[in-house]
């Protein structure tokens, strides 16, 4: 069984702070992504990653960066919190033309 | 860009009644096409998808979904809903190594 796991199931922070939020995959996959759910918006996509200290951007990469140092962990990081990031945040990894697994997701409330 | 269009943002079927919901995607070329599903307080798994070969695919839970080409579509039927069926259900063309996301279908199922 595929298993990613995300760092938080509930988070809260206050504008302007710095947020990481980390994933985690045990299947070996190369490629890793930071989608944002939002009602009515369905999936957008913020960054991928194809390998190792590979990214590339999604839809929607403003206000976030990424981190893949190793191949099992994918880091998005928001430098500096606001409002209107308040969402889900959900991490998926996939074999290269492979189906993409889902972890939990994050709920991320910016005050 | 490739886009989903999924037509219902909300369904709500009496259980027994039987399903259909419809989904367009933008792109004409060569297509990998999925549904994912989330229920209430759970991570979004995949439903089927479809990468070639017969365009009548089997998922799990009694799910199919037909492809047809040449209307750009990816319904997914079940003939009889349970109360269970009660999620919210994505569809999702791949490019490249990313998805495109529909917005979502709520569907609600009356016991």
């Known amino acids: 069984d595929v298993k990613v796991t995300q760092s938080s199931r509930y988070l809260v922070k206050r504008t302007g702070e710095k947020v990481f939020l980390e994933c985690v995959q045990d299947?070996?996959?190369?490629?890793m992504f930071w989608y944002r759910q939002d009602p009515g918006l369905g999936l957008r996509l913020i960054y991928f990653s194809y390998d190792v200290k590979m990214k590339e951007k999604g839809d929607i990469p403003e206000g976030y960066s990424v981190s893949r140092e190793k191949k099992e962990r994918f880091s998005l990081i928001l430098e500096s919190a606001s409002t209107n990031q308040t969402s889900m945040y959900l991490c998926?990894?996939?074999?290269?033309?492979?189906?993409?697994?889902f972890g939990p997701g994050t709920r991320l409330t910016v005050l | 860009a490739q886009s989903v269009s999924q037509h219902n943002h909300h369904v709500i079927l009496s259980e027994a009644a039987s399903l259909e919901l419809g989904c367009n995607y933008s792109?004409?070329?060569?297509?990998?096409l999925f549904w994912y599903v989330q229920y209430p307080g759970q991570h979004l798994q995949l439903l089927l998808k479809?990468?070639?070969?017969?365009?009548l695919v089997k998922g799990i839970k009694g799910f199919e979904a037909e492809f047809i080409k040449s209307k750009f579509s990816f319904n997914l039927r079940k003939p009889s809903v349970q109360w269970s069926d009660t999620a919210e259900y994505f569809c999702?063309?791949?490019?490249?190594?990313?998805?495109?996301f529909g917005a979502g279908t709520i569907l609600r199922v009356k016991s």
């Open positions: 999702a063309v791949k490019n490249g190594n990313k998805l495109v």
């Open positions: 299947m070996d996959h190369e490629n």
């Open positions: 998926a990894s996939s074999f290269r033309q492979g189906a993409q697994y």
């Open positions: 479809y990468f070639s070969g017969d365009p």
């Open positions: 792109y004409g070329g060569t297509v990998n």
